[in-house]
């Protein structure tokens, strides 16, 4: 039986291959799709007090609008300030201020003035911005050594651009262990992740040194708990703790033999190649010893002509002896006041104890913060020197 033909049904048919095409096309594209030039995009904003009125939030933004840019012209930003009761409500001040909306889909910096840190918590900060704003995961979070904004602020020179210094500043820093520069850094969803597992967390601290110039210097590591800044590490301490938090592949150690402003200056400086801490832990008697083991490749960058003379394999092997102890002294030192001045636990021994024996953990853990005040810390350093350079011909 031959079946009938329909105009109706093939223009439904045909309707609906239409729509099947226009569907497909539509997906082929951003559904929210927004011109660059019809926007403020921020780049950095910062978090702090009002001068004026303790009770609200100051924010500074430091913004790119492109319709100010011309072909002829280097791209440049403004700083523009607004103040609310809540984070919501500065942002919404600031949008009532510029003409076209804000976007922060390339926000690189985030800066958190120092008193603000102390005061109010980090989720309390972020939350808003987390919820409501499209911030990356990877915007870096920083802490200024005065207020926010005056690390954004740079009026005498353009372009400006800071909130970019800094990210690729901190990402060039990242994972370097040397006094001058090395540091930790966190990115928005690691620090979110930390509020969220109740973990404490350092976030690096920057001062503006010189504000010709915009240049900008590391101050050493906010250490935080529940949220709230209790204290910095000093950046000269700053390597001693990172041999002992995370595995390190740069950076250098300065070891002095000698105490300060001794004419006989003794001295090596190592350069790391690799190192991996460990952790693992004895209970007795209601007492934890927790034990940092770090394993550490490096190699000598420089030395003091006054250093011992003909290092053989036996002179090699001492001076990785002495070198080990001063390494674990000061690391052990910069533990100890990590402990009991800001009272946190950022090698998360507390984990440790958890994961390796749970069934103590359950008797521990509801008075961990006593268990932990009274630990002992041990930090072991076995160092191989991988390269001796010139100190083989002295």
Known sequence: MKRRFSPTLCLRKAALILLVCALICSLSGCWDYRDLDTLSIVIGFSIDRSETDPSKYSMGFEIVDLDLVSSESDVESLLISSEGRTITECVNNMAQKLQNPMYFGNTEVGVIGHDVAQEVSLDVLLDSMLRDYELRDNLILVISAEDGKSLLNNPEEKPRLNSFKIS???????????SANGTHVEELDQVYDCLSEGADLVLPELIMSDKKTGEFMLEGLAVFRDGVMQGIIEQEHVPFYLIT?????EGSYNIFFTDEGDEDNKYVVLSNRQSRPKISFDYSGGVFTFYVDVEAFMSVSEFSPTLDASVNSDDTKELEKL????LAGE??????EIRDEMKADLLDFAAAVN?????LWSQVKDSWDDYYASCEIKVRINLHLVDTGLMQNY
């Open 323 to 326: 070198c080990e102890e001063i």
């Open 245 to 249: 938090a995370e595995g390190l592949a």
């Open 331 to 336: 690391s052990e030192k910069t533990l100890y």
């Open 168 to 178: 690729s500043s901190l990402v060039d820093w990242k994972s370097n262990s040397s």
């Open 355 to 359: 994961d390796k024996a749970p069934a």
